[in-house]
């Protein structure tokens, strides 16, 4: 089943709508063609890391130069991230704006998945990072803004789970 590009094209055109000018990731078969998207887009630099924790460092540092920025991991790499996202991002009040590819969930057929899948929600409650499931393109812009404004208003960081119902074709 081949990821979904005309969500991708989707999730791509509603961050720049939003305003987002920095977009950090880490390569990852479902982000594969947004960041394919970012990476030709003039008007958004893309950064890509070796490592998910540099993602919090450089939204961090957008965030203190007064540049919106977002950053696109797997939800294993959400999960090596906590100690910046708590040390950093918690701390220094980041407006955080994580995309998480939510894999290990309903539909995915990947066993190594499996363990980050089942432990993503209960961290991110755990860390009391608000959090919605981005599952459907018709809601996908509406569920992105209102993450922003929350980020935003509350100088902390928000996660939105990019699912297997609308990164992959049906």
């Given at each position: 089943m081949p990821v979904s590009e005309t969500n991708s094209h989707l999730l791509h055109q509603t961050l720049k709508a939003c305003g987002?000018?920095?977009v950090s990731a880490l390569p990852e078969s479902w982000l594969v063609?947004?960041?394919?998207?970012i990476g030709d887009d003039p008007r958004i630099r893309l950064i890509r890391v070796a490592k998910e924790e540099e993602c919090v460092g450089i939204s961090a540092g957008a965030h203190f130069a007064g540049v919106k920025s977002a950053m696109l991991i797997p939800n294993h790499g959400f999960l090596a991230a906590v100690n910046p996202i708590v040390s950093l991002a918690h701390l220094y009040k980041?407006?955080?704006m994580m995309f998480?590819?939510?894999r290990g969930t309903f539909g995915d057929t990947y066993s190594w998945h499996t363990p980050g899948g089942t432990v993503t929600e209960?961290?991110?409650q755990t860390l009391r990072i608000p959090y919605t499931m981005l599952d459907s393109p018709e809601s996908l812009?509406?569920?992105v803004r209102d993450a922003q404004a929350l980020a935003d208003a509350s100088l902390l960081p928000v996660a939105l789970l990019l699912t297997h119902e609308l990164m992959m074709e049906a």
């Open positions: 987002i000018q920095v063609p947004v960041i394919r998207m980041v407006p955080l998480i590819a939510y209960p961290l991110l812009e509406r569920r």
